[in-house]
T-cell receptor, first 111, second 113 residues
Framework: GENVEQHPSTLSVQEGDSAVIKCTYS??????FPWYKQELGKRPQLIID?????GEKKDQRIAVTLNKTAKHFSLHITETQPEDSAVYFC??????????FGPGTRLSVLP | NAGVMQNPRHLVRRRGQEARLRCSPM?????VYWYRQLPEEGLKFMVY????????ESGMPKERFSAEFPKEGPSILRIQQVVRGDSAAYFC???????????FGSGTQLSVL
């Protein structure tokens, strides 16, 4: 089955700095790659996603890049703010079956 | 659109009792996924259902756990004879079709005494 890894597991940045989280996967047939943000005690919420026919997608301060050959994709958050503090999960769609989530990255943005 | 609705938000059961968790997907969504989350941990896949069909139950223990998504009504995750290790947050998510973004419910926090 699909194996999804995420690095780093924890990340602390100063407010205003950038944060990058990397996700690697094993199944080369996967074509859809979303990122979710989960604040403490709340539901995971989709923040950005990318499909395999594009290499990069951007939405204001958030961007995702995909390297399908190397089987990894990364979340980039620029000009971080305290409200960006949360756990971030990458996910990979295991075609016809289910979404497999990475173990999560705890991001702390220090004021 | 009311979003994905899960109830109850909190459920307390004693060991050996049954737990029934309900999930109403977003309007127009026919794909439902159940995930389990322990504190400080990730989302562990349990089961994927479409209307009246279980598509993938590879993440669900074969004993005591069952799931359904009937033609009418919510999806149900049922845990029989609960044990302390079943205590966790159970999230349901829905999507309009395969390989599409998931929308999560608020989760059910199950506590087994």
């Amino acid at each position: 089955g699909e194996n999804v890894e995420q690095h780093p597991s924890t990340l602390s940045v100063q407010e205003g700095d950038s944060a990058v989280i990397k996700c690697t996967y094993s199944d080369s047939a996967s074509n859809y790659f979303p990122w979710y943000k989960q604040e403490l005690g709340k539901r995971p919420q989709l923040i950005i996603d990318i499909r395999s026919n594009v290499g990069e997608k951007k939405d204001q301060r958030i961007a995702v890049t995909l390297n399908k050959t190397a089987k990894h994709f990364s979340l980039h958050i620029t000009e971080t703010q305290p409200e960006d503090s949360a756990v971030y999960f990458c996910a990979v769609y295991n075609y016809g079956q289910n979404f497999v989530f990475g173990p999560g990255t705890r991001l702390s943005v220090l004021p | 659109n009311a979003g994905v609705m899960q109830n109850p938000r909190h459920l307390v059961r004693r060991r050996g009792q049954e737990a029934r968790l309900r999930c109403s997907p977003m309007k127009g969504h026919s794909h439902v996924y159940w995930y389990r989350q322990l504190p400080e941990e990730g989302l562990k896949f349990m089961v994927y259902l479409q209307k009246e069909n279980i598509i993938d139950e590879s993440g669900m223990p074969k004993e005591r756990f069952s799931a359904e998504f009937p033609k009418e009504g919510p999806s149900i995750l049922r845990i029989q004879q609960v044990v302390r290790g079943d205590s966790a947050a159970y999230f349901c998510a829905s999507s309009p079709q395969i390989e599409e973004k998931l929308f999560f419910g608020s989760g059910t926090q199950l506590s087994v005494l």
